[in-house]
């Protein structure tokens, strides 16, 4: 199995920027196959969609919500997916979430597995 933690949240202002950090253990010998994303919830919504990135290829996408703002990265040899968080919005606010893909979909949570614990990202206005 493989268990992801995710770290880097805090309390910001509006426009700040912040770096959360997605760190796999236990069975990740394949990791660079690895499709990962990022989902966020928000109190009272469901968990959402945020950054994906795929392990053929590398690349990337993201909801319409955060293109521009939001950077998805990887570093395979330390086993870590990345979201860079730029020009921080209030609507931004939510518990952060990485997972593996294993469903045909990468976007939808259902099709997820392996979720960490979150980290909470608090925007201010």
């Known amino acids: 199995q493989v268990q992801l933690v995710e770290s880097g949240g805090g309390l910001v202002q509006a426009g700040d920027s912040l770096r959360l950090s997605c760190a796999a253990s236990?069975?990740?010998?394949?990791?660079?196959?690895?499709?990962l994303g990022w989902f966020r919830q928000a109190p009272g919504k469901e968990r959402e969609f945020v950054a994906v990135t795929r392990g053929i290829g590398s690349s990337t996408a993201y909801a319409d919500s955060v293109k521009g703002r939001f950077t998805i990265s990887r570093d395979n040899a330390k086993r870590t997916v990345y979201l860079q968080m730029n020009s921080l919005k209030p609507e931004d606010t939510g518990v952060y979430y990485c997972?593996?893909?294993?469903?045909?979909?990468?976007?939808?949570?259902?099709?997820?597995?392996?979720w960490g614990q979150g980290t909470q990202v608090t925007v201010s206005s």
């Open positions: 236990g069975r990740t010998f394949s990791f660079s196959l690895f499709t």
């Open positions: 997972a593996i893909q294993r469903g045909s979909s990468w976007s939808n949570p259902t099709d997820f597995v392996s």
